[in-house]
T-cell receptor
Framework: AQKITQTQPGMFVQEKEAVTLDCTYD???????LFWYKQPSSGEMIFLIY??????QNATEGRYSLNFQKARKSANLVISASQLGDSAMYFC??????????????FGKGTLLTVNP | KAGVTQTPRYLIKTRGQQVTLSCSPI?????VSWYQQTPGQGLQFLFE???????NKGNFPGRFSGRQFSNSRSEMNVSTLELGDSALYLC??????????????FGEGSWLTVV
């Protein structure tokens, strides 16, 4: 069963507008962590934001925020005030049992974001 | 603070050869993981090392192996290369313990082409 689902293969947004990238996950663990990464064409995987399953508040990092809805098992990434440099592939990933010795990430298939001028 | 460093960045190998990729984690990080990224399969976990011990292993054949040294640097090796091994290989670094273990950083990757 697919554990991380990103239903948007591609998204377009106008510069300076906000965009939401969807991510749903499946796990039976009570303790887990959710990550978002940005991957430009160069290949580097850039860490954007992290949300722990027990975190009561949604994570924010500058222009990035994570809309965490635990009951719906969704962890959508919101990018505010899009910039041309935001054009890249975005991956949602999950780490199960983060308090244990398990640092394996399971990734979704990604969403290709294009920011138009 | 230096990030995760992977070498080489690009390489071309012939079928049947073997290859070794290197990863230097962020200073102080003790966990190193490896991932394979292909257009068809996406990102797949290979293995994870912590303090020179393999803690997790993905579903890859035995041709894929790795190790970690006492300074936390890690290498992965692929023997008897096949065309399907052509991929971007990404190394991830993590503190490995405690709250800071929640942040996992990646390197720029090594692009392997098998011809």
């Amino acid at each position: 069963a697919q554990k991380i689902t990103q239903t948007q293969p591609g998204m377009f947004v106008q510069e300076k507008e906000a965009v939401t990238l969807d991510c749903t996950y499946d796990t039976s663990d009570q303790s887990y962590g959710l990550f978002w990464y940005k991957q430009p064409s160069s290949g580097e995987m850039i860490f954007l934001i992290y949300q722990g399953s027990y975190d009561e508040q949604n994570a924010t990092e500058g222009r990035y925020s994570l809309n965490f809805q635990k009951a719906r098992k969704s962890a959508n990434l919101v990018i505010s005030a899009s910039q041309l440099g935001d054009s890249a592939m975005y991956f949602c990933a999950m780490r199960e049992t983060p308090r244990g010795s398990n640092y394996k990430l399971t990734f979704g298939k990604g969403t290709l974001l294009t920011v138009n001028p | 603070k230096a990030g995760v460093t992977q070498t080489p960045r690009y390489l071309i190998k012939t079928r049947g050869q073997q290859v070794t990729l290197s990863c230097s984690p962020i200073s102080g990080h003790r966990s190193v993981s490896w991932y394979q990224q292909t257009p068809g399969q996406g990102l797949q976990f290979l293995f994870e090392y912590f303090s020179e011990t393999q803690r997790n292993k993905g579903n890859f054949p035995g041709r894929f192996s790795g190790r970690q040294f006492s300074n936390s640097r890690s290498e992965m090796n692929v023997s008897t290369l096949e065309l399907g091994d052509s991929a971007l290989y990404l190394c991830a670094s993590c503190a490995g313990t405690g709250f800071s273990g929640n942040t996992i950083y990646f390197g720029e990757g090594s692009w392997l082409t098998v011809v």
